[in-house]
């Protein structure tokens, strides 16, 4: 009797470190034929790898272990920029906090943030590359190469209530950058007028409280 099999191919897609093994062979059992196990993943750096498909980029269909082989085959490793979204002590975190871009060389983008977090007290001032709002900031056409993390800047509003001044404040609130420990003003605002008064500097409440 003739003795059939088919065998399988992993290409692990410019990965650091290759699957092993690289194929397998697939004896033809009538119905029955799988691979006995898949080989160990293939390694990329800076990416994360996200199984098998039968066509490249991750098209096609998953390839498990329990795939139906009927004949010679190439399955292709698919590869992923996992994007963090650090909500920096947020109250609300973003929906969804991470989410895959699948590596299709060169038109890698985001295509919509997650929704906004959210933290008392202060307003959200989007997503930037380094934390307190430092780096560039990114949005839903940002191109992505490689496993990255974006964080949130907060910036908390002081508003200044000029009393029923002739000439108010200039200007009349400034948002604060949360920088950890060292959020202040940096500068006051100009000095309002009242005619007929001085003004005697700014009180966390009414009538120099």
């Given at each position: 009797?003739?003795?059939?099999?088919?065998?399988?191919?992993?290409?692990?897609?410019?990965?650091?470190?290759a699957s092993d093994p690289a194929t397998?062979?697939?004896?033809?059992?009538?119905?029955?034929?799988?691979?006995?196990?898949?080989?160990?993943?293939?390694?990329r750096t800076?990416?994360?790898?996200?199984?098998?498909?039968?066509?490249?980029?991750?098209g096609g269909t998953e390839f498990s272990a329990s795939t139906q082989v009927t004949g010679d085959v190439t399955v292709y490793a698919k590869w992923v920029s996992v994007v963090s979204f650090d909500g920096q002590g947020a109250t609300?975190?973003?929906?969804?906090s991470s989410r895959d871009v699948v590596k299709t060389g060169g038109t890698d983008t985001l295509g919509t943030l997650p929704t906004a977090p959210q933290k008392t007290g202060y307003s959200f001032?989007?997503?930037?590359?380094?934390?307190?709002?430092?780096?560039t900031q990114i949005?839903?056409?940002?191109?992505?190469?490689?496993?990255?993390?974006?964080?949130?800047?907060?910036?908390?509003?002081?508003?200044?209530?000029?009393q029923g001044a002739t000439t108010a404040a200039d200007p009349s609130s400034k948002d604060v950058i949360k920088t950890?420990?060292?959020?202040?003003?940096?500068?006051?605002?100009t000095a309002p007028q009242k005619s007929g008064y001085t003004f005697g500097g700014w009180?966390?409440?009414?009538?120099g409280g």
């Open positions: 009797y003739a003795k059939w099999t088919a065998q399988v191919s992993f290409d692990s897609q410019n990965a650091t470190t397998k062979t697939v004896i033809y059992t009538a119905g029955t034929d799988t691979v006995d196990a898949l080989p160990t993943a293939p390694q800076n990416y994360t790898f996200r199984g098998w498909w039968t066509a490249t980029n991750g609300t975190a973003a929906d969804p001032g989007g997503w930037w590359t380094a934390v307190s709002g430092g780096g949005d839903a056409d940002t191109v992505v190469d490689g496993n990255v993390t974006y964080y949130a800047k907060w910036t908390a509003r002081v508003s200044f209530d000029s950890a420990g060292t959020d202040t003003l940096g500068t006051l605002p009180w966390t409440e009414t009538s």
